[in-house]
Every structure is written in structure tokens, then in C-alpha cells.
């Protein structure tokens, strides 16, 4: 991802424009600290849109977590007694 000083930025919009369509988002800095991200329209929409789902397990297929390489443990203590 591209890193852009907003005065940068600014003066070459229509650069940072093209940059997010045809090579991904464009981070934009202010005083160091970045501030903001460019898009393109595609990439928003399909990040951006609810999805409907058919069951739980696609869910969690299409998760927009999935690879990020987060790590959820189970516990391993043992279930609680339950009355019937």
C-alpha cells in the first residue's frame, strides 16, 4: 500500500485516484500519522456491502477475517453440567 503526505496528496489527487483503482489502497498521512485510505468504488462495494449468507458455515467461510492470521483459542476446560 502506497503512502502519500497529504499535501502530496493533494496536488496529485488524480494520481492517488488512479493508484487505488489499478494497484490497491493509498494510505494518506497527516503530520506522520496516517489518516486516511483510498479506495476504489470496487473494492469498497465488495468489502463495504452486507452479504447474505445460505447457512453459518459460509459465513465463516467468506469472513473477512479469514487469513488475516488471527488465532481464536477453544478453551479446553471441561463443559458444565447440565439437568435434564
Known amino acids: 500500500m502506497a503512502t502519500w503526505g497529504v499535501a502530496e496528496a493533494k496536488a496529485k489527487f488524480s494520481e492517488v485516484i488512479d493508484q ?3 494497484h490497491g489502497p493509498q494510505t ?3 503530520h506522520g500519522v496516517e489518516e ?3 479506495v476504489s468504488k470496487k473494492e469498497w462495494d465488495a ?3 452486507p452479504r447474505k449468507h445460505k447457512n453459518l458455515a459460509e ?6 477475517l479469514r ?3 488471527i488465532k481464536i483459542e477453544r478453551i479446553k476446560a471441561s463443559p458444565r453440567p447440565v439437568k435434564f
Open 67 to 69: 487469513g488475516s492470521g
Open 36 to 38: 486516511v485510505v483510498v
Open 47 to 49: 468489502k463495504a456491502r
Open 20 to 22: 487505488a483503482v489499478h
Open 28 to 30: 494518506i498521512t497527516r
Open 59 to 64: 459465513f465463516f467461510l467468506n469472513s473477512p
